[in-house]
């Protein structure tokens, strides 16, 4: 396969997937990271990924029920490192209307989208990965990264104006994300018998929410293309809200298997820093995204991440004799993820003991 000509970094990431497909424009060589024989392989099997009602972990809940769906939880943890959450407390109207601004957001003329570009630094704002480093491949996706949380570190000049009601949407989406993070992360201590509150005390008061409105064209050949190369996240974790298009998939076993779009449910999928605080008893899965010929797919991630300069590390109750510590304390870990992710590798092995 040819390498990809390397063009000025600001030359890529003025040109967005999205124009090209308008313009009918096919996929140039930046962006052909597989051969056609990988798409004639036999199409990937649905992940049977554990659905968990959170709503079963309030108090009012039968003791034993609560118990079972703990169980449920950390089991789904250590073997996928993901779960569909249910019973989340977002109304369905409202998770409709944030994909309705997102979608609303990507129509719009470039020209418009284009107020909100990152520049080639910057990590916030509208466009794609700047400069692929050697050997490196681009995504077939547009994207809008922005900082939610916490609040005084929000840049709202890349915070779109149009569509009218964007800002009071996320702003909501942002409050509503801070109840779900409390509650999972409570659940997942417990479920691993520990003390509820210790992985909020080690994410810290001024944890990271950051939102990744993801768009990813349809492709004319998307067996040679990736929406999103393969990466496992450098987040604590992250709750991705998929809209009915199919295109996310997980790595099992090396296998690739779809993730299933269910309405109603949000995918929190552990990032490198939970694996870190569990001494792996969870697990940050590998993951991509597909894009196909016919149906554009949207995506919002919000990554979930320890408050900056905060030092993380395994809980120390679930460092024993027959589980020893595998992981040093570290911070800012997304740092060095994100360089290591840039050239297409996973970092996990720099917090390794
Ligand atoms: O589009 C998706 O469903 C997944 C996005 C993702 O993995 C990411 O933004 O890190
Ligand atoms: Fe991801």
């Known amino acids: ?60 809940t039968l003791s034993t029920k609560r118990e079972e769906e703990l169980q449920k939880l950390k089991s789904a943890l250590c073997s996928w490192g993901c779960f569909q959450a249910i019973g989340h407390g977002i109304p369905s109207s409202f998770l409709d209307e944030i994909r309705q601004v997102t979608t609303e957001y990507f129509e719009q003329p470039v020209e418009e989208k284009k107020k909100y570009s990152k520049g080639v630094e910057d990590v916030e704002g509208y466009g794609g990965d700047p400069t692929p480093e050697e050997g490196q491949f681009l995504d077939w996706q547009d994207r809008l990264f922005l900082t939610a949380y ?76 990736l929406g999103l190369k393969p990466h496992a996240d ?47 008893m969870f697990k940050s899965p590998v993951h991509r995204v597909v894009t196909n010929k016919e149906k554009e797919r949207t995506s919002i991630a919000v990554f979930y991440t320890p408050e900056k300069h905060k030092e993380i590390g395994p809980e120390e109750g679930l460092v024993n004799e027959e589980r020893p510590r595998l992981f040093k304390k570290v911070k800012d870990y997304d740092i060095t993820h994100w360089e290591y992710y840039q050239r297409g590798m996973r970092a996990l092995h720099t917090a390794e003991i």
């Open 1 to 60: 396969m040819a390498s990809p000509s390397i063009l000025p970094a600001d030359v890529l990431l003025s040109r967005r997937v999205q124009e090209m497909v308008i313009n009918g424009e096919g996929p140039e060589s930046l962006y052909i990271c597989r051969d056609e024989k990988e798409a004639q392989d036999v199409p990937s099997p649905l992940a049977p990924i554990p659905i968990i009602d959170l709503s079963l972990f309030s108090s009012s």
């Open 234 to 280: 450098g987040t604590g974790y992250t709750i991705i809200l998929q809209d009915d298009v199919e295109g996310l998939q997980v790595l099992k076993e090396e296998h690739w298997l779809i993730v299933p779009t269910i309405p109603n449910a949000l995918l929190v999928l552990m990032g490198d820093q939970m694996e870190i605080m569990t001494n792996r």
């Open 150 to 225: 916490p609040e005084d570190l929000r840049d709202t000049k890349f915070w779109p104006e149009s569509p009218k009601s964007f800002r009071k949407v996320l702003d909501y989406y942002t409050t509503k994300m801070r109840t779900v993070t409390e509650l999972v992360s409570k659940s997942m201590a417990k479920s691993l018998q520990l003390e509820e509150n210790c992985f909020l005390n080690q994410f810290g008061e001024r944890a990271a929410l950051q939102v990744r409105f993801n768009y990813y064209p349809c492709c004319q050949k998307p067996e040679i293309v």
